[in-house]
T-cell receptor
Framework: NAGVTQTPKFRILKIGQSMTLQCTQD?????MYWYRQDPGMGLKLIYY???????DKGEVPNGYNVSRSTTEDFPLRLELAAPSQTSVYFC????????????????FGDGTRLSIL | AQSVTQPDIHITVSEGASLELRCNYS??????LFWYVQSPGQGLQLLLKYFSGDTLVQGIKGFEAEFKRSQSSFNLRKPSVHWSDAAEYFCAVGVRSGGGADGLTFGKGTHLIIQP
């Protein structure tokens, strides 16, 4: 059972380039999330999805886009990379209890370390 | 909106000594509470969770946490730490959302250093 898988693990981009961070989960979770982690700042929610075809903004969505065409996959897109987007990105998923995702633990991938130069 | 405070950025503990990591939350009702651990280069792993009932919860790796409503706290404890416990620890709060999906709010983390 792989859980949450993120690719790539590391990437260096030039300013203005674009890329897609991939995330897939095999636990049939309907909730999925993208976070960024900066030193000393904890995790901040970028986007989340409550199911295929449904996405919404989190705390720091500017500069990112997401899509959710299947239950398993939740890619994160950077269109015009900026130095401020240098960070470690984590994808997570959780089970829906019907009360929203706040009462369920989230399962995390190992992260993508992204540097924008 | 809910918030989480982890007052200690770094904590150093000798191997074999006891450990307590502090977590305070702000929320108008009883939240759902979680502790996660992050080893270097890894994602977050769930240590334990509190939903309701017994305020002392047991988790993996010998950790426990106690929910104290009067103090809005959910401190993590371990009676005897091992060198492998060196990691970053995150407290998180979840709330019952009214149709939204805000998920969890994380504290900024406490970096645990184990001295030999």
């Amino acid at each position: 059972n792989a859980g949450v898988t993120q690719t790539p693990k590391f990437r260096i981009l030039k300013i203005g380039q674009s890329m897609t961070l991939q995330c897939t989960q095999d636990m049939n979770h309907n909730y999925m999330y993208w976070y960024r982690q900066d030193p000393g700042m904890g995790l901040k929610l970028i986007y989340y999805s409550v199911g295929a075809g449904i996405t919404d903004k989190g705390e720091v969505p500017n500069g990112y886009n997401v899509s959710r065409s299947t239950t398993e996959d939740f890619p994160l897109r950077l269109e015009l990379a900026a130095p401020s987007q240098t960070s470690v990105y984590f994808c997570a998923s959780s089970y829906s209890s019907g009360n929203g995702p706040g009462d369920q633990p989230q399962h995390f991938g190992d992260g993508t370390r992204l540097s924008i130069l | 909106a809910q918030s989480v405070t982890q007052p200690d950025i770094h904590i150093t503990v000798s191997e074999g000594a006891s450990l307590e990591l502090r977590c305070n939350y702000s929320y108008g009702a009883t939240p759902y509470l979680f502790w996660y651990v992050q080893s270097p280069g890894q994602g977050l792993q769930l240590l334990l969770k509190y939903f309701s009932g017994d305020t002392l919860v047991q988790g993996i790796k010998g950790f426990e946490a106690e929910f104290k409503r009067s103090q809005s706290s959910f401190n993590l404890r371990k009676p005897s730490v091992h060198w492998s416990d060196a990691a970053e620890y995150f407290c998180a709060v979840g709330v019952r959302s009214g149709g939204g999906a805000d998920g969890l709010t994380f504290g900024k983390g406490t970096h645990l250093i184990i001295q030999p």
